[in-house]
């Protein structure tokens, strides 16, 4: 999270600025040491935030210039920043060094962040590295990567900032924003879970980042090897497709004796300037094992032999009070931050609600990590801990293994993954991650992925939208996806002016928030939050509130077989806004067909079913007209999710 990373809004005061490249070498950062100032003393490059932030000689590395923070008001939300030129389409590294003292609140500390937004000042997203809090040990680097520059950025700004809430001193000094060129090949992936399969066929998928590294798909080859535990090769081929975002090779399983195997996908560049590989394991048994939980070939969660859409939300601390009120909504599991203790897990089995259990925070050397965990001996005893004493609980539905952690940690997150694997083959784990456009190089890390978008109220519901459609296209068919849409009021986490402004989202954008994620792919919504809804009791009465997120997901519920079907549907296409999203399930004799439409505008849109129409009729929202020839033609209205039952020649 969620509620960790603030959604820090830094809009550009100049819009409509064309966004220049930078060369490899270049710092995009002008004035990164704060040294050189004005005729009037002002430091150049830079706005001022005085007195909180101060422009100081003598208060950076090594007694040069810098900039200091220091606040005792926990309601001060604002900070330096400056526009930077840089190339959209490209990745960014922006690192800052930074210094601490009792510097305290519940936030990620002191940072840098970079972030971007359109011509008309809207919000496009960012980078936001974690920062260091309490009293440092000296000067310590913060370094974050970006995904790439939106195409229709038009402002990019880079600020050196305390995350809000926090009080004490800081010192910045050194910014640097420079191009990143991600590996060529971030990730190799099976389709079947956990990369075992006991025959048939499975497709491996590489995630490649060429338009990132500004590399033309058409100046590439690349090859799959696969060998053998012991080195031996059994298998090399050139991928059946290969585009810029991904290369694939389908291989019969049952071809490969039982045993275990490396798959490895190496790609280069016609000139051999650039060489990228990655690789992972791959399993072949000669039958599948038997799985409390686990994720099918249809992305579908599998639960003692039944297919599960986790319907939740995000928890604090489970009471029993509140269990009870929350087991009469429509919810059939919960995530709460507080790993709950062997009698709380009884009470959710007893109120017959799954627990996605969190363990997201058992990182040596991490904010929240707990005081006695100080090696990774340390760490994987605590984790051995937990999962041993509930790994056969009848209430665990799965392990929350990663909140947002950085790339610089994806080895461990890797490594994590592997270890989870080993101590459970019984349950799946789940990642979720606001780094939406970075899915692609997580996928080693977890067996299901989900983002958060949380627009609501600076930027569009149609977020959700767009968050989902990038995750989905990004796991390559490769990865179930748990979404976590927005009901809470951002107000809950700010404080003063922050918190007027902030305002919950309505039922109507609730509902259409959560019916996008469905029709871009989720198979799974776990709601952020239900504790927040209290904490807003005093202007949005908690009884009003839960009624409105108990109707919207109510809704939900009433569909899941519907979701949860694997009958083959058929093909629909769609004609018209790009923010209306389309899916379609096959349910005995009957096609549903959801249609989503994410603007905040009515818009039009035809849509064809393959074969054609006989009868359409509404479950909720208005229908389409249907035409002499089948199609389907759309009136939506604003944020309007409309579902139909399609009868079929």
């Known amino acids: 999270m969620k509620t960790g990373r603030q959604q820090v809004l830094v809009w550009c005061l100049i819009l409509g600025v064309a966004v220049l490249g930078v060369s490899a070498e270049e710092n995009a950062v002008r004035n990164p040491g704060f040294e050189k100032t004005g005729p009037s003393g002002a430091t150049q490059d830079w706005t001022d935030r005085k007195p909180v932030y101060c422009f100081a000689n003598g208060v950076g590395r090594a007694g040069s210039r810098g900039l200091a923070f220091n606040n005792t008001d926990p309601n001060y939300y604002s900070f330096p920043s400056q526009q930077v030129n840089v190339q959209p389409g490209r990745c960014y590294a922006v690192e800052v060094w930074v210094k601490t003292e009792k510097l305290i609140g519940n936030e990620l500390g002191a940072t840098v962040c970079m972030e971007w937004s359109d011509s008309n000042g809207r919000h496009l997203g960012g980078a936001y590295p974690e920062g260091i809090c309490g009293t440092s040990d000296g000067w310590q680097k913060v370094k974050g990567y970006t995904g790439a520059v939106p195409t229709n950025a038009a402002c990019v700004r880079v600020a050196p900032y305390v995350r809000p809430g926090m009080t004490g001193k800081a010192w910045f000094d050194d910014l640097k924003v420079t191009p990143y060129a991600p590996p060529l090949v971030s990730s190799v992936s099976a389709s079947c879970y956990r990369n075992t399969s006991a025959g048939g066929q499975v497709v491996f998928s590489a995630g490649l980042a060429l338009n990132e590294a500004g590399v033309n798909v058409t100046e590439v080859a690349g090859t799959f090897a696969i060998e053998t535990a012991d080195g031996k090769p059994v298998r090399t081929a050139k991928p059946d497709t290969l585009t810029d975002t991904c290369a694939r090779l389908s291989v019969n399983a049952s071809d490969f004796p039982v045993g275990d195997y490396t798959v490895r996908f190496a790609l280069s560049t016609q000139d051999r300037a650039s060489k990228s590989a990655a690789e992972t394991p791959f399993h072949r048994v000669g039958r599948l094992p038997e799985r409390k939980a686990y994720i099918d070939a249809h992305r579908r969660l599998i639960l003692n032999g039944h297919p599960f859409f ?49 363990i997201k925070e058992l990182y040596v050397g991490t904010r929240g990590a707990p005081p006695h965990i100080k090696t990774e001996a340390d760490e994987r005893a605590e984790i051995q801990k937990h999962v041993s004493a509930f790994k056969k609980h009848p209430a665990l539905l799965a392990w929350y293994v990663n909140d947002e952690r950085p790339l610089t940690m994806l080895d461990r997150l890797t490594a994590r993954q592997r270890l989870m694997e080993e101590l459970d083959p019984d349950h799946p784990t789940w990642a979720v991650l606001n780094q939406y456009n970075q899915v692609i190089s997580y996928l080693p890390t977890c067996d299901v992925v989900g983002t958060d978008p949380y627009p609501i109220p600076e930027r569009p519901a149609a977020m959700a939208l767009q968050w989902t459609r990038i995750a989905r296209d990004q796991t390559h068919g490769t990865r179930a996806l748990w979404q976590v849409p927005q009901v809470f009021d951002w107000g809950a986490h700010r404080k003063g002016a922050e918190r007027e402004r902030a305002r919950a989202p309505t039922l109507q954008e609730m509902r259409s928030m959560a019916w996008q994620c469905v029709a871009a792919g989720a198979n799974g919504l776990v709601f952020f939050s239900f504790f927040d809804l209290y904490r807003m009791n005093d202007r949005d009465p908690f009884d009003t509130r839960w009624a409105d997120v108990c109707a919207m997901a109510e809704e939900i519920k009433r569909y899941i077989p519907v979701i949860l079907s694997d009958e083959a549907a058929l093909k629909v296409t769609c004609e018209g806004s790009a923010g209306i999203e389309t899916r379609a399930w096959r349910s005995g004799p009957d096609v549903y067909l959801l249609a989503v439409n994410s603007e905040a505008k009515p818009v039009t849109a035809t849509v064809t079913v393959a074969g054609g129409c006989q009868s359409v009729s509404a479950e909720f929202g208005k229908p389409p007209e249907m035409r002499a020839d089948g199609t389907l033609v759309y009136t939506f209205s604003p944020l309007e999710p409309v579902m139909v039952r399609i009868k079929t020649p």
Not at 332 to 351: G, Q, V
């Open 310 to 358: 986790p319907l939740g939300m995000y928890w604090s601390i489970v009471k029993e009070p509140e269990l009870k009120t929350y087991a009469r909504g429509p919810f059939n599991c919960l995530m709460p931050y507080a790993r709950p203790t062997a009698e709380k897990m009884d009470a959710c089995h007893a109120y017959g609600l799954k627990v996605i259990y969190s």
